[in-house]
Structures are given as C-alpha cells and as structure tokens.
C-alpha cells in the first residue's frame, strides 16, 4: 500500500471509528455510558484536567466558538454539573467549575467506556492496547493542532 492509498484508508477508518464509537455508545445497556453527552463529557473532562476555566478558554481548547460552549455549558449547568463563578482576574468573566455532581457523573461514564472498551479489546494483548493508545493520542494531538496552523 502506497502513502495515498495510507491515507484513504485512514480517512475511512477514522469515518467508521466514528459512526461505531457512537453507535456503540448507544447500544451499551450501562445507564452511566450514555449519561452524558459527548459535548458534556468533553468539557468536564477538561474541566477535571485543567482546572476552572472561562468560556473563551475552553472554546479554545475545544476548538469550537465561543457561543457553541456558551450554549453546552449553560446545558450542563441546568443539570448541575457545573458552576459560573466569578473570574478574580476579570471582574466581568466568569470560570466554569465542574460540581462534585459533575465530577462525580464523569467519573462514572468515564469507567463504564473504559470496561467496554476493556470488553472490546479483551483479545488483544498489552503491547497492541498500549500501541493503540499511543497512536489515538497522536492522532488527536494531529487533529487539535491542524485548524491552529498556519494556512499560509
């Protein structure tokens, strides 16, 4: 297999990775796998990583507009996941903060993904799940870095 046809292969896997990663989600009967969203899971992943953050910062992070992570933030803190509090470096912003409840559902999504994929991956060995984990994390490194590049 040349480059270009790597390449068309990666970019129908990464399409099937996708579909399937989803689908899977769905169809998991573990209540706390499908208890949050992706969106939902995405920022208070960040916000247990990272720490309180501001709007901008986390749109930033998540490549993603502003009035997009206005809108999922203020989804989840209906659902009490996490809190506005005021920015003491910006007396008019305000830093998004995971709640115990927030942390405490991610945590519980977080482990029933981790035990399906446990099942998923259960007859491959230690060196293949470590080498997949190694890639997707590049990969992901890739795709973050990619809209931030310089198109000149």
Known sequence: MDDREALGQIETEVALLMRLGEATRRATPVAAHRSLDRAAYVILRHLQEAGPQNVSAL?????????????????????GLVTREPDPHDGR???????????????AVRAARTAVYGEILADWSAEDRLALATLMRRLNESLDAYPRRDKR
Do not use: C, E, F, M
Not at 93 to 107: E, F, K, N, S, Y
């Open 93 to 107: 912003g305000a830093l998004i903060a995971p709640t115990r409840a927030g942390l405490h559902r991610v945590d």
């Open 59 to 79: 749109a930033a992070r998540l490549n993603l507009d502003g009035s997009t992570v206005t809108r999922q933030v203020s989804a989840i803190q209906r659902d």
